[in-house]
DNA sequence: GATGAATGAGAATTCATTCAT
DNA sequence: CATGAATGAATTCTCATTCAT
C-alpha cells in the first residue's frame, strides 16, 4: 500500500469526524447528554474510545462543538435570502424553511429543547443562540410594523414563541403530531 | 420516655418529605437531573444521604414522585371550574392561570421540558401527562367549534403549543421575557 | 391497667427474645448471615429496629448467640443418657436422634454448616463445636474399640464424616432426600 | 506506534482475568462471599476497581464464573476415564482422584459448601451442579447393582454423602485431619 | 494514528447502630 | 421500655480520561 495523500488524510478525518458528531447527537437526544457514554458513542461510530480524544478534546467539547456548527446551520440554512427585510412571501417560505428544518434535524432540536432548559448548560450556548435569534425577531418586528400591527414587538416575539411550541410538541410526538394543518393555520393567522 | 406518637411522626415526616422535594426540584431544574446528586440534595436539604433513601426508595422514585404531585397540582390548579366547557370569560381566566402557574411554579416547568425531550425519561410520565392535557385539548376543540373555527381542532393544537412556548421561552429568560404584553396579544388573537 | 409484675415482665423478655432469635435463626438459613438485615428480622418478629438493641447488643452478638444455644440445644439433646459409654441399641438410638434433630433444627444446621466453611466466622464457634463433637467421637472410638475393630478411631472419624454428609445433601433437598433408607442402610453398615 | 496485535491483548486478557478469579477465590472461600469486597479483591490482586468491571461485569457475574468453571473443571478432572460405567480398580482410582482434587482447589471446594447451603445462592449454580453429581451418582449405583448390594441407589446415596462429609470435615481442619486414614478405610468399607 | 487496558473519582444505595422523644 | 428518624461509613458500580504499545 502506498502512504495516502495529505488529501486523503484530511478527507478520512473530516468524515471520522462528522460521523463521531452525527452518532453523538443521536444518542444525546434518545438518552440524553449526561446518560449517553463516550464508550456507547464509540462503539456505535465505529471507532475506538482512544480515537474519539484524537477529535474532541473532551465530552463536553463534543457537545459544544454539536451545539455549535448545529446552530451554525440553522443559521446559514434561514438566513441567505432575507438579509433583514422579509416580504409576505419570503415570510410564508421561511416558515416552511423553518419546520422542514425541524423535521430534518430532529435530533438536533431535541437535544437543543432538552440542553436550553438548564441554566448550567445553557449559558453555554446562551451567546451563539442570541446570534442567530435576535435578528431573526427583528425581522419579525420588522414585518409587523410594515404590516401595520399595533403591537409589532410582542406580535414578533409571539410568533417566534409558536414556532418553538410548535416544534417543541412535534418533536414530542412525531408520528402522530398534525404538523401540515398547524402550519397552514400559522400561515393564515401570522402572515 | 415513651415514642413520638402516630401524629409526631406524621408531622415529622411529611415536613421533611416535601423539603426534600422542594430541593430537589430546585436542583434538578438548575443542573438537570441527572447532574444532580443526591448527596448534593441531601446537603443542600440539610439531611444526611442515608435518610433520603427513608423518604424516596431511590433517586428515580425521587423523580417520579415530584413529578406525578407536580403535575396533579396543575390539574387541580386548572381543572376546578370548568369541567369541559367553557366560556370566553373562562377563556380569559384560564390564559391568566396557566401563566401565573408558571410563574409561580417556575422550577417544576423547567425540569418538565428539559425531561419531556428525552423519550427515555418521558416515557415514565407520558400518560400521566396525557390525563392532563388530552382533556385541556378536548376542551378547546370545544370553544372554537362553538366560536365557529374552520378547523378547531388545528386551533386547539396552536394554541396548546402558543402555551408551551410562551412558557418555555420565558423560563429560558424569566427576568427580561415580555410575559404580561405577550399574554395580552395571546387574549386578542386566540379567544 | 396495674403495672405488670416482674415476673410478667421477665416472661414477655424472655419470649421476646426467643421470637427475635427464632426469626433471626430462619432468615439467616435462608438468606445468610450478611445478606440478612436487622430491619429484615425486626419486622418479621414484629418489634422496632431499635427494641433488637435492647435484647442483643449488634447483629454479631445475635449470632454468636443463636449459635451458642444452637449448639447447647445439640449437646443437651444428644449427651444424657450416654455419659461416654454406649451400647449396640443406645447408638441405634443415637443415630435415629441425630437425625430427627436435623430435621427439627434444619434451619440451625444449614446455617450450620454455611458457617463452618468460612474460617473468618467459624473461628468464632469453634471452641464450643468441639466442646460438643470432641466427646462424641471419644464415644465412637470407644464403640468401634469395643466392637473390635482394627482402626477404631478411622472408623469414629468416618461415622462422623458421614453425619455430616448426609446431613448436608438431605438439609441441601429436604424435600426429596431419601433420608430413611440411608438411615437404615448406615445402621446396617456402621453399627 | 501501533496498537497491540489481537494475540498481545488476548494475553493480556487472559491471564489478568485468571489472576482476578484466582484471588477472589482465595477471599471468597476465607471470608466469604458477601464478606468480600471487589475493593478487597482488587487491591490483593493488584488491580484497580474499575478494571474489575472490564473482566466481569458485577460481583455476582464474577463468584458464577469462579463456580461456572470451577465445576466445569472437576467434571473434567472426574469424568475422562469412565464414561458411566466403572471397575473395582477404577473406583479406587477415583476415590483417590476426588481428594486429590479437594486438596488441591480447598478454596473452591470450602466457597461450594458455603454457597450450597443458602437457598437465594445455590440456586444460581443448581443446575450445573447436578450435571456433574447426576451421573456419578449413577455409575455408583450401577457399580453397586453389578456388585450384587441389596439397596444399590441406597448405598450410591450413602457413598456420595461420605465423600461430602469427608471433604466437609477435612477443609474445616485442614492441617489436623487424618485424610489419608480415612480414606483408606473408605476403600476397605465401600468399594 | 489507533487501540483498548487501566485508573480513580464520584455516583447511588444499603444498613448496623444511635438517640431524641 | 419502645419507636423509628437519622447518621455515616462502606459497598457496588460507572465512566471520562489517560497512556503504553
Redesign the pocket.
Given at each position: 500500500m502506498s502512504p495516502r495523500t495529505k488529501e486523503q488524510?484530511?478527507t478520512?478525518?473530516k468524515d471520522?469526524r462528522q460521523a463521531i458528531m452525527d452518532t453523538a447527537l443521536e444518542e444525546f437526544a434518545s438518552y440524553g447528554y449526561?446518560?449517553?457514554?463516550?464508550?456507547?458513542?464509540?462503539k456505535k461510530a465505529?471507532?475506538?474510545?482512544?480515537?474519539?480524544?484524537?477529535?474532541?478534546?473532551?465530552?463536553?467539547?463534543?457537545l459544544k462543538t454539536i451545539m455549535s456548527e448545529g446552530i451554525d446551520e440553522i443559521f446559514a440554512f434561514i438566513d441567505p435570502n432575507h438579509d433583514g427585510v422579509i416580504t409576505k412571501e419570503e415570510f410564508i417560505y421561511l416558515i416552511d424553511e423553518i419546520f422542514a428544518l425541524m423535521k430534518e434535524k430532529s435530533s438536533f432540536y431535541k437535544l437543543y429543547f432538552a440542553l436550553i432548559m438548564q441554566p448550567a448548560v445553557s449559558k453555554l450556548f446562551i451567546e451563539k443562540i442570541n446570534e442567530v435569534f435576535a435578528p431573526m425577531i427583528k425581522m419579525f418586528v420588522d414585518y409587523y410594523e410594515k404590516k401595520g400591527s399595533k403591537n409589532p414587538f410582542a406580535e414578533a416575539i409571539l410568533i417566534g414563541a409558536l414556532f418553538d411550541g410548535i416544534g417543541f410538541n412535534y418533536l414530542f410526538n412525531e408520528d402522530q403530531y398534525p404538523l401540515d394543518e398547524v402550519i397552514k393555520l400559522v400561515k393564515e393567522r401570522f402572515v
Open positions: 488524510l484530511e478520512i478525518r471520522r449526561e446518560s449517553t457514554s463516550i464508550s456507547m458513542i464509540a465505529g471507532v475506538s474510545k482512544g480515537l474519539m480524544y484524537n477529535y474532541f478534546e473532551s465530552k463536553e467539547a463534543l
